[in-house]
């Protein structure tokens, strides 16, 4: 099974910003796709951003423009920068993984998740 290791996080003003990793680790997996969800207290969880192995994006409408996912194959990592951050982006930040292996084609996986909290 794949493993995920977030990192990043934390406190910050409006309009500041931050950045979140999300590593996998294990053996004899192929990621498929990897994304960031979120989920705020008293809200359901949320896709925030996915990308795929060969780059291909796609963003929630409420962080197009702030957000940038990225994926480094050589990695097996993804990146989140948050930029022009708003308090409404206070959330449990989760990272998801979709991969195979040899006797599976799609798997999921999910990270522990990170606070990110946006206050003055």
């Known amino acids: 099974q794949v493993q995920l290791a977030e990192s990043g996080g934390g406190l910050v003003q409006p309009g500041e910003s931050l950045g979140l990793s999300c590593a996998a680790s294990g053996s004899g997996f192929d990621i498929n796709d990897m994304g960031w969800y979120r989920q705020a207290p008293g809200k359901e969880r949320e896709l925030v951003a996915t990308?795929?192995?060969?780059?291909?994006?796609n963003y929630a409408d409420s962080v197009k423009g702030r957000f940038t996912i990225s994926f480094d194959n050589a990695k097996n990592t993804m990146y989140l920068q948050m930029n022009s951050l708003k308090p409404e982006d206070t959330a449990v930040y989760y990272c998801?993984?979709?991969?195979?292996?040899?006797?599976?084609?799609?798997?999921?996986?999910w990270g522990q998740g990170t606070q990110v909290t946006v206050s003055s």
């Open positions: 998801n993984v979709h991969y195979s292996t040899t006797t599976s084609l799609r798997l999921s996986n």
């Open positions: 990308i795929t192995t060969s780059s291909n994006t």
